[in-house]
């Protein structure tokens, strides 16, 4: 079956620092979507990209989906406390989405 | 527009006990799915239902079982609660098809002794 891998599981940064997870799926994904969890909360859907090689970009949050549709990262530029939380990624098969193993972010103020 | 409403939000079981889980959405959303997060492991889905009437397992449906009551509603039964099965429960919901968000509820936390 499908396997949607993130990496790292952790990453503390220093406020100010710039943060990147990356997503990995062993097949080809029609489009992947990114979900961000504040600590004790609810996943949350951040934005979705379908096309080969896209980019979108929200405020210091940038998204970009690989060129073969199998991987895909989202890089913070100088995060702040606010940013603290899990990114997932999840990526269709079917009628499910299955979620990556998630990057848990701390930053140190 | 409550979105996605779970309950109970916590829950403590003895090992052997059966409880359910309730679901309700109020989006008119085909597709509604129950996960598990446990630390590490992201989340996984145990059981989705992509309309009325259909139940279909996901990664990790052992020792669960599932009811789509109606369009609005989806429940999760664990008919003999194991220590293994303590962990945090979100049901989800979205439109039909690939490409539509998914709206998570606030969790359910549930611990087995």
């Known amino acids: 079956g499908q396997q949607v891998m993130q990496i790292p599981q952790y990453q503390h940064v220093q406020e100010g620092e710039d943060f990147t997870t990356y997503c990995n799926s062993s097949t080809t994904l029609s489009n992947i979507q990114w979900y961000k969890q504040r600590p004790g909360g609810h996943p949350v859907f951040l934005i979705q990209l379908v096309k080969s090689g896209e980019v979108k970009k929200q405020k210091r949050l940038t998204f970009q989906f690989g060129e073969a549709k199998k991987n895909s990262s989202l890089h913070i530029t100088a995060t702040q406390t606010t940013d603290v939380g899990t990114y997932f990624c999840a990526g269709p098969t079917g009628n499910q989405f299955y979620f990556g193993t998630g990057t848990s972010l701390t930053v140190i103020p | 527009n409550a979105g996605v409403t779970q309950t109970p939000k916590f829950q403590v079981l003895k090992t052997g006990q059966s409880m359910t889980l309730q679901c309700a959405q109020d989006?008119?959303?085909?597709?509604m799915y129950w996960y598990r997060q446990d630390p590490g492991m992201g989340l996984r889905l145990i059981y989705y239902?992509?309309?009325?009437?259909?139940?279909d397992k996901g990664e990790v449906p052992n020792g669960y079982n599932v009811s789509r009551l109606n369009k609005r509603e989806f429940s999760l039964r664990l008919e003999s609660a194991a220590p293994s099965q303590t962990s945090v429960y979100f049901c989800a919901s979205s439109e039909a098809g690939r490409t539509n968000t998914i709206y998570f509820g606030e969790g359910s936390w549930l611990t087995v002794v």
């Open positions: 989006m008119n959303h085909n597709s």
């Open positions: 239902s992509a309309s009325e009437g259909t139940t």
